[in-house]
């Protein structure tokens, strides 16, 4: 039986250098799905990403993508199993057009999204394709760097704070976006503090805390859990 599986994560510790900063993750998300990883600012969200894509010193544990065991894979070779990763700071190259910083990702893996289709996705992009990075507003920045991975082939998407400081117009562009993704069968992990964002997007809430999942919700209880996740992130 084909497992419906796009990420099993069980057991994931990890450390940067001496410091332990995971202490056993566990979650899983299915092909298709977005799931949503909540946490205050050091809690280890951004770290399990990292840790999935051995980007930490040092990690133990399980990590499956696509039915595939990854401990002992490179980035690059977890990469070219089509997981794409958008970090929180962009990473946008300022003496290059929007275009070319577009452009710049090989396309690894069949199935990546044409330049044409990625302009009717983010109209924004195609009016400011011949304009440096630099000169960009930090929404037309975000949705570039969402942009860039989906060339690639990559069809699970690691979303790193995307929503963070923007204004709530471009916030709602990007849900849209996301929920478009969904419908054509992305498998999405979205890290994120803005936990509104989350809901309305994510079949299932992960609240991480100290490197730990903490709370674990589905999309039908967050209404009645909604105290208990405000306590949880601080707000």
Known sequence: ????????????????????VLHGIDFEVNKGECVSLLGRNGAGRTSTLRAILGLTSRRTGLVKIQGRDVMSLQ????????????????AIYSSLSCEENLLLPPVFRPGGMPLEEIYELFPNLK???????????????QMLAMARILRTGAD??????????????????LAQVITT????????????????????????L??????????????????????????????
Not at 127 to 141: D, F, I, P, V
Request: charged share 30%.
């Open 127 to 141: 009016e400011r394709r011949k304009s440096q990075g630099t000169r960009l507003s930090g929404g037309e920045q």
């Open 181 to 204: 993704l969904k419908e054509r069968g992305y498998t999405i992990l979205l890290v994120e503090q803005n936990f509104e964002f989350a809901s309305e997007l994510a079949e299932r």
């Open 1 to 20: 039986m084909t497992s419906t599986l796009a990420l099993e994560v069980k057991g994931l510790q990890a450390w940067y250098g001496e410091s332990h």
């Open 156 to 173: 699970i998407l690691f979303l790193d704070e995307i929503s963070e400081g923007l204004a709530p117009v471009i916030v709602e562009k």
């Open 206 to 235: 992960y609240v991480i805390e100290h490197g730990e999942v903490v709370s674990h919700i589905p999309a039908s209880e967050i209404a009645s859990k909604h105290e208990e996740l405000k306590e949880l992130l601080g707000i």
């Open 75 to 90: 980035t690059h070779q977890i990469a070219r199993l089509g997981v794409g990763y958008c970090p929180e700071e962009r």
